[in-house]
């Protein structure tokens, strides 16, 4: 299967330890957003990368996040100091944008986090 | 900004029933409009979507007009089955320039249940 990866699937962690998510995206996708959705509401931005450029972060990024994508190829997600309020579903998509590419989001299946 | 608002659901039909799930949009310039579905256990994917004012998508049945003059975007099928139980996602994608440009902007989600 070539679509997106997440891992892990599910983790479930005590307030105030560090998390980390990991996005394999679509091998030829130079684009990769993280989203986060709670239940009952539609995803949320978060953040993205053109290539190993990180170029647009949500306000509700808090310093507390941080996201990379060293190579422009996986991307990773961290949370530190998890607090409750973080528990939710972490999305990622991948788009090939650009020239005649219209950047259609491809998502993986997500990564939920529980914060006892 | 930018933002989607979906009818408020949950909705539930008897296999065979019509289908309409409204979603209206505010935006500047001439967005792009997405449905996506998320079936259970699985992630977001693309249902149609219509890049234009007056354009029609459609899949599996499903058919949305882009209507600029009522903001609006609305998902319809003629004749809805069991397996069309998910949840449906409206969304835009801005088609400005900068650096926004490609991100997409979800509406809450509307939950369909179909018995039969």
């Known amino acids: 299967d070539t679509g997106v990866s997440q891992n892990p699937r599910h983790k479930i962690t005590k307030r105030g330890q560090n998390v980390t998510f990991r996005c394999d995206p679509i091998?030829?996708?130079?684009?990769l957003y993280w989203y986060r959705q709670t239940l009952g509401q539609g995803p949320e931005f978060l953040t993205y990368?053109?290539?190993?450029?990180?170029?647009?972060k949500s306000r509700l990024l808090s310093d507390r996040f941080s996201a990379e994508r060293p190579k422009g190829s996986f991307s990773t997600l961290e949370i530190q100091r998890t607090e409750q309020g973080d528990s939710a579903m972490y999305l990622c998509?991948?788009?090939?944008?650009?020239?005649?590419?219209?950047?259609?989001?491809?998502f993986g299946e997500g990564s939920r986090l529980t914060v006892l | 900004g930018n933002s989607v608002t979906q009818m408020e659901g949950p909705v539930t039909l008897s296999e065979e029933a019509f289908l309409t799930i409204n979603c209206t949009y505010t935006?500047?310039?001439?967005?792009?409009l997405f449905w996506y579905v998320q079936y259970p256990g699985e992630g977001l994917q693309l249902l149609l979507k219509?890049?234009?004012?007056?354009d029609k998508g459609s899949n599996k049945g499903f058919e949305a007009t882009y209507r600029k003059e009522t903001t609006s975007f609305h998902l319809e099928k003629g004749s809805v089955q069991v397996s069309d139980s998910a949840v449906y996602f409206c969304?835009?994608?801005?088609?400005?320039?900068?650096?926004?440009?490609?991100?997409?902007?979800f509406g809450q989600g509307t939950i369909l249940t179909v018995h039969p």
């Open positions: 219509a890049t234009k004012a007056d």
């Open positions: 969304a835009l994608r801005a088609n400005a320039g900068g650096t926004s440009y490609g991100k997409l902007t």
């Open positions: 998509a991948s788009s090939l944008f650009g020239g005649r590419y219209t950047g259609e989001l491809f």
């Open positions: 091998s030829e996708h130079n684009r």
């Open positions: 935006a500047t310039g001439y967005p792009s």
């Open positions: 990368f053109q290539n190993e450029a990180q170029l647009e």
